[in-house]
Nanobody, 125 residues
Framework: VQLQAFGGGLVQAGGSLSLSCAASGRPYGNYAMGWFRQAPGKERDFVASMRRITGSTFYADSVKGRFTISRDNAKNTVYLQMDSLQPEDTAVYYC???????????????????WGQGTLVTVSS
């Protein structure tokens, strides 16, 4: 499975951006696709993920109520709508997919076995 992320860019605080991630190959089952982000000098943090079949969603507390993850299974694509962006949301955002992921581990990067290239999101104050 290969992942390709689109979107990102520069936006003022309070603005919105949308990211998308397309998966090629043949993902099977109720795999999870989602997003992590990494700010300069910081670790890679979980943002949101979603299961392909059940549609279960998981969000980091820092983005709940502001970000929305969604999917289009026909296109093997997951989307991240980011609203009310703040300067602290500035980071490189990475798309990730996990073939087998227990619900208890949705926020742990090492359980995601496929990664796309990062896309930079910059929020100016």
């Amino acid at each position: 499975v290969q992942l390709q992320a689109f979107g990102g860019g520069l936006v003022q605080a309070g603005g919105s951006l949308s990211l998308s991630c397309a998966a090629s190959g043949r993902p099977y089952g109720n795999y999870a696709m989602g997003w992590f982000r990494q700010a300069p000098g910081k670790e890679r943090d979980f943002v949101a993920s979603m299961r392909r079949i059940t549609g279960s969603t998981f969000y980091a507390d820092s983005v709940k109520g502001r970000f929305t993850i969604s999917r289009d299974n026909a296109k093997n694509t997951v989307y991240l709508q980011m609203d009310s962006l703040q300067p602290e949301d500035t980071a490189v955002y990475y798309c990730a997919a996990a073939s087998f992921l227990h619900d208890d581990y949705y926020y742990i990067a090492r359980y995601y076995n496929f990664w796309g290239q990062g896309t930079l999101v910059t929020v100016s104050s």
